[in-house]
Nanobody
């Protein structure tokens, strides 16, 4: 059974930091590139960051570059998103996604609220 379970979200003040985690199971994690997406209220889902299967290649949305860091631990089947200097407009449900050659899998999402 394929599962992607996000954790680490919650309420944070503007300018604060959070670290999201995504635990994967039920598929060959190291063969999948991983991504973080987010969907703010009333907006479309957007990609935030991507990481290759080995972790050597990362890509970021312009809006988060230099503030967010994506990483993965293939030994533990986990992917992370370190988020610094968070802004209120980054309040959203954050999702992790696994993309393989023929399949992709989504987590259920984790709410991040940036508010004072």
């Amino acid at each position: 059974q394929v599962q992607l379970v996000e954790s680490g979200g919650g309420l944070v003040q503007p300018g604060g930091s959070l670290r999201l985690s995504c635990a994967a199971s039920g598929f060959a994690f190291s063969n999948y590139s991983m991504s973080w997406y987010r969907q703010a209220p009333g907006k479309e889902r957007e990609v935030v960051a991507q990481i290759s299967t080995t972790g050597e290649i990362t890509n970021y949305a312009d809006s988060v570059r230099d503030r967010f860091t994506i990483s993965r631990d293939n030994a533990k089947n986990m992917v992370f998103l370190q988020m610094n200097s968070l802004k209120p407009e980054e309040t959203a449900v954050y999702y992790c996604k696994a993309r393989g050659k023929n399949h992709e899998h989504w987590g259920q999402g984790n709410l991040v609220t940036v508010s004072s």
